[in-house]
Each structure stands twice: as C-alpha cells, then as structure tokens.
Nanobody, 126 residues
C-alpha cells in the first residue's frame, strides 16, 4: 500500500503561481510513475502531468509550458509547479501512483493509477 498526501493548494490571482506537493508513505519502493490529475466543479477528472522514477515527463496540452512536474525520490515527494495560472485551472488537484499496465512508463489514463491522495483545492481568480 502507498499513501499519498497533497499540500500547497490555495487561492491565487490569474497570472500567479502555486507549488503543489505530494508526499508518499508506505511501500514507496513500489512507487514508479506518479501523476497529477484535477477535477473542476461539474466536470470529470482530467490528466495534468506525470513523471516516471527516471524523470520522464508527460503533460496535458492545456498546461504544457506553464506547469512543471518534478520529484525527489530520496524524500518520496513529488511536486507540481504551476505558473501563469488561469481561472480555468481552478480545480481539486490530486496526485496518484500508477499501478496498472507498464508501471514504469508515464500514462495519462486515469484507470492506470490505483493509489490516490485526497486532493488539494486550487482556486484562480480573474
């Protein structure tokens, strides 16, 4: 089992920045690919970014060039640096660990991820 806990959400004005963290505990030796997903009010969950243990990254087109995912394997912590935030980025952001398929490769498919954090709220005002 892997437990994930997000932090760093909050309220920010459009154009601002936030840095989300995702701390992992438990069987962290099985932590390969970690992803960030978000769910806006009234919408389904969507992929944001993912990173493999070796540092390979994948981004949704909507955040490419604005968001940066990273990880510190020694600290079992993953990060999402969000810059140039837009009101459309308002959502609950959750981190997740991949448990299905080729778990060493990044994926944007929600069902590939089996461990999820509770999420942290990000609100961007115009």
């Amino acid at each position: 089992q892997v437990q994930l806990e997000e932090s760093g959400g909050g309220l920010v004005q459009a154009g601002g920045s936030l840095r989300l963290s995702c701390a992992a505990s438990g069987r962290t030796s099985s932590l390969y690919v970690v992803g960030w997903f978000r769910q806006a009010p009234g919408k389904g969950r969507e992929f944001v970014a993912a990173i493999s243990r070796s540092g390979e990254t994948m981004y949704a087109n909507s955040v490419k060039g604005r968001f940066c995912i990273s990880r510190d394997n020694a600290k079992n912590t993953m990060y999402l640096q969000m810059n140039s935030l837009e009101p459309e980025d308002t959502a609950v952001y959750s981190c997740a660990a991949r448990t299905a398929g080729n778990i060493g490769l990044t994926s944007s498919i929600i069902s590939d991820y089996g461990y999820w954090g509770q999420g942290t709220q990000v609100a961007v005002s115009s």
